[in-house]
Every structure is written in C-alpha cells, then in structure tokens.
C-alpha cells in the first residue's frame, strides 16, 4: 500500500494515539481532531503592471482553551487547507511542549514571493489582514513569521491591523523588527532552539559535538543559523543544501562563506558546480542530520538508507510517519518537530509578554529563558519516552496535548 504521506490525517492519528494513551476519551479526540475554525479569503491584489490579481488566504485557529491561537503565516505556492490545518495543530502540540499560555493557529498565502517584487507583497501581506482582522487581534490570535515570510512583512502586518483598528497595537504579531517592539534573539531562536536539541540529543547518545558530523538540510532562516551554531560549537558541517541541490565535503564546508554568500531565501548551491540532490544529501554519511526544509522528506522509500545516528527535525513534519517507526526499529534518535522547532514560537511569546508589559529584554534574558525552556521541554519528552516506551514523537504528542485537553476540560467544553 502507498504511504499515507498526508500530513493532516496522519497528525489525527497520532493526537488520537496520544490522547488514548492519557486516558481521554473519543470525546476529547472529536475535540481536538480538527480546528475550531478555518476562514479561507480571496485577497484582491495590485500588481506592478497594473492588473489585479486574486491570491486566496487561510488562517486555522486549533483550539483556543488554554489562551489565544498562535502561530506563523506562509507565503508559498503549495498552501492548501489541509496543510494549514495540520501546521495549526502542531502549533497546540509546541505550545503545550514548552508550556505556554496559547492555543495553535496557523496561516498562509498562496502566492511565490521569488516571483513577486516587495510592493506586490506589501499589498498581499496588508490585504491578507484585512481579510483575517475579525478574528485575529493581541487577545485572540497572534501571527508570526513562517516559510517565506519576514520581520518586514510583520511590520507591514501591524502595521495594517492598528490602522484598522486605530490604535497601536503592537502585540498583534511577533517576530517584528526592533524597532518595532520585536525582541532580541527572536530572528535566530528557532536555529537556537534546534541547537539546544541537537546538543542534548547528543548527551543522550555520548556523541561529541567537537567534531561530530552533521548534515542540515535547507539552509533558510533555520538551517543556516543552526548550522552556524554547530559550526562554531565545533561540530563539522559535511553537507548543506537548498530547493535546488545540495552540497557535501567529507572534510566539513566553509559556513561562514556559505552564509555571506546565499540570497534572502536562503539559495546557494547555484553558485556551485559539484552539486548533489536534496535525496542523495539525506543519505551520506553523517552522525546528525538535521531536516530543516520542507515536509516528507524522510519517507518509508529512504528511512532505511539514513546513516545518522541522530535525526532533528528543524522543518514541520520532514518525517513522514511511517518513516518515524522505521527510524526508530533501527534504533536512531529522532528529535521530532514539535519540540526541536518549539524555540521560534517560545521567543514570540516572550516577543509578546514584552509587548504587554512595555518593558524589554537584553539578548542575553531572552536566550537564557529559552535555553533553559527547551533544556526542560527536551528532558521531559525524554523521560516520557524512555518510560512509557514510546518513540519522541508520540511522547511529544502527549506532552504537547495534554495543556489544550485539560484546558478544554476545565473550561467545561468536553
Ligand atoms: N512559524 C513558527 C513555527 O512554526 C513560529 C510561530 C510563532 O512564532 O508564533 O513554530
């Protein structure tokens, strides 16, 4: 039977092997099996060459019993409900795993930001919130950067809700510039995050990281900062790649060149000539490979050709599932997205609290907040793991379930 590479069921499933495992009932999975609301918009938009043209928009708010919805908006051509439905209850899942007071959301537009000039995305970013403005807000749910998007589109974004809503407003959505009422280390976190995973994951297998050999996978806003941080921890970078090809040395690669040298969405390898595929990188031998891309990129076709040792998934769902069992049959590490993602959303909640209260943070309060969050979160899926004898994923599914069940439960909803 073909594997079932659908992220939006297989996530169901998962939640339901979580939730029965904590003892809730079908209740509860009919609750949390699907978001609470999904508004799909059509965003009139006027090009550059004068014509309009309309982009469609979607924004799935999970659950929202422990507090507002939240999560990132993306921009790229293979949006579709489904995707943003399955991206919102992973964002329940991040926020329960590092414990913060909200519920999952998640957006995005269907639109090529490659392909667009900056005025053009200045108008679909302000027309998506115009579209959206009923029902997001600093109270209800809070946006933040995803695949494509950036602090200037942010701005852009609060920008136009505190027009609408003639007051500054803020808290409205993270992941702004400074200037702006952004917060240090906020751009980076994510990469932060992930590293804090890898090095622990790396305890666990007595792996050290001065010189261990890791392969990142996409070298966007998370692949490229996180392969710098290994870098200089000491770690050697065998391999790095973006959308179009790959790029590996045994003998570890130049990443500050690599990072001085890739455009704004993180493309590189056409500069190169010995390039390999994005396929043939997650094969070659390594002891820490780092999917920071796209979805199903370790799939039940290539899950036995993996040569880590361990796998951290810095991308949203770059396992499939029926990859996760095989990878853990033969005993590799998996570090799943839920949690080793979880640092970008946790520093906009910090982002957030600084909005609320007026008063902002040095870099080095926001890090040390963050380190010792994801150290804690880590630890916890760990034990969970190692005691109910289950893989990290289902393990970080019943963390991460557990804020939105109870909450839900307290509220008197279920
Ligand atoms: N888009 C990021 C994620 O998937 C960050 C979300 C946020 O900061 O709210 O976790």
Redesign the pocket.
Known sequence: MAENLNLFTSTQNVIKEALTKLGYTDEMYELLKEPLRMMTVRIPVKMDDGSVKIFTGYRAQHNDAPGPT???VRFHPEVNEEEVKA?SM??TL?AGIVDLPYGGG?GGVVCDPRQLSMREIENISRGYVRAISQIVGPTKD?????VYTNSQIMAWMMDEYSRIREFDSPGFI??KPLALGGSHGREKA?AQGVTICIHEAAKKRNIDIKGARVIVQGFGNAGSFLAKFVHDAGAKVVGISDAYGGLYDPDGLDIDYLLDRRDSFGTITTLFENTITNQQLLEMDCDILVPAAISNQITAENAHNIKASIVVEAA?GPTTFEATKILSERGILLVPDVLA??G??T??YFEWVQNNQGYYWTEEEVNKKLHDNLIKAFNNIYEVAQTRGVNMRLAAYMVGVRRAAEASKFRGWV
């Open positions: 939240k999560g990132g991206l992973w964002m991040k998640k809070i946006p933040a950067p995803d993270t992941g994510t949203n993602s979880s970008g959303v520093v906009s």
